[in-house]
């Protein structure tokens, strides 16, 4: 893939190569072709598993994003797994894997 003149390598999947040379023009590139024009919903649960996934090497269920973005998600403190998918409605988590430049292998339980 190349995005801004820089080649960018995904694997057979579509995902990030290596999460360490992920940026924000990676992640806007990836919602384009999903037909996603990315908030600041979408932004905050892409931090967040970014984040998680460099502390603790594995991504984030989606039990613990909603519980840590639900807030961002709906407005309102009581968020679910559906206001998850409906943030990202071409593919749930798996999706917001891809953004978030986190190998596919780790993406398997969302």
Same mark, same amino acid.
């Given at each position: 893939?190349?995005?801004?003149?820089?080649?960018?390598?995904?694997?057979?999947?579509?995902? /990030?190569?290596?999460?360490?040379?992920?940026?924000?023009?990676?992640?806007?590139?990836?919602?384009? *072709?999903?037909? /996603? *024009?990315?908030?600041?919903?979408?932004?905050?649960?892409?931090?967040?598993?970014?984040?998680?996934? *460099?502390?603790?090497?594995?991504?984030?269920?989606?039990?613990?994003?909603?519980?840590?973005?639900? *807030?961002?998600?709906?407005?309102?403190? %009581?968020? %679910?797994?559906?206001? /998850?998918?409906?943030?990202?409605?071409?593919?749930?988590?798996?999706?917001?894997? %891809?953004?978030?430049?986190?190998? %596919?292998?780790?993406?398997?339980?969302?």
């Amino acid at each position: 893939m190349q995005i801004k003149g820089a080649a960018v390598e995904l694997n057979n999947q579509g995902f /990030l190569s290596d999460f360490h040379n992920w940026n924000k023009d990676i992640a806007m590139a990836i919602a384009e *072709e999903e037909g /996603l *024009e990315l908030t600041d919903c979408h932004w905050e649960v892409i931090h967040f598993m970014r984040d998680y996934f *460099e502390q603790n090497e594995t991504p984030p269920s989606p039990k613990l994003i909603v519980a840590a973005c639900g *807030e961002k998600i709906t407005g309102m403190i %009581r968020c %679910r797994n559906k206001d /998850l998918h409906a943030l990202f409605p071409t593919g749930g988590c798996k999706i917001a894997c %891809r953004l978030a430049g986190l190998p %596919r292998h780790y993406c398997n339980a969302c």
